[in-house]
């Protein structure tokens, strides 16, 4: 099975998602094992809402699963590289999750509980399924 083929039976199987990908575009880079796959999607959009997507399932994933050693990222500029490696070098060094609780305090105090309901219309628009809504 190709590389293209198990990335689209992992998104069709574990996402309820289908990618849509230039399989010629579909490489193995770097010289670590195991070594990582770079996907050109068709779009950016389409980039981003398999990050999101998989963002979510993943999240899921029992530890003991091959789904928790999975991870998608997007492309990055050198400088948004270096500045992602230093987020994450701070966060191992202060033994945080990436979770700032004067943030959460500050969205806590910004969202109202009374506000009324997002309107059809507006989430006819949403790409992603809204089995759940």
């Not at 195991?34 to 999240?59: C, D, F, G, W």
Request: glycine share 4%.
């Amino acid at each position: 099975m190709s590389d293209a083929d198990s990335l689209r039976e992992l998104c069709e199987v574990n996402f309820s998602y289908k990618p849509w990908f230039d399989e010629s575009k579909c490489v193995r880079i770097g010289k670590a094992s195991p070594q990582l796959l770079r996907i050109t999607l068709a779009s950016e959009s389409a980039a981003s809402e398999l990050i999101h997507v998989a963002k979510i399932n993943l999240r899921k994933a029992e530890c003991a699963s091959n789904l928790s050693r999975i991870y998608f990222n997007p492309d990055l500029t050198p400088a948004e590289q270096e500045q992602a490696y230093l987020r994450r070098k701070n966060r191992r060094e202060n033994g945080t999750n990436g979770i700032s609780t004067t943030g959460l305090n500050n969205v806590a105090h910004a969202l109202d509980p009374m506000a009324p309901p997002f309107p059809c219309s507006y989430l006819s628009h949403l790409s992603l399924p809204l089995k759940n809504i």
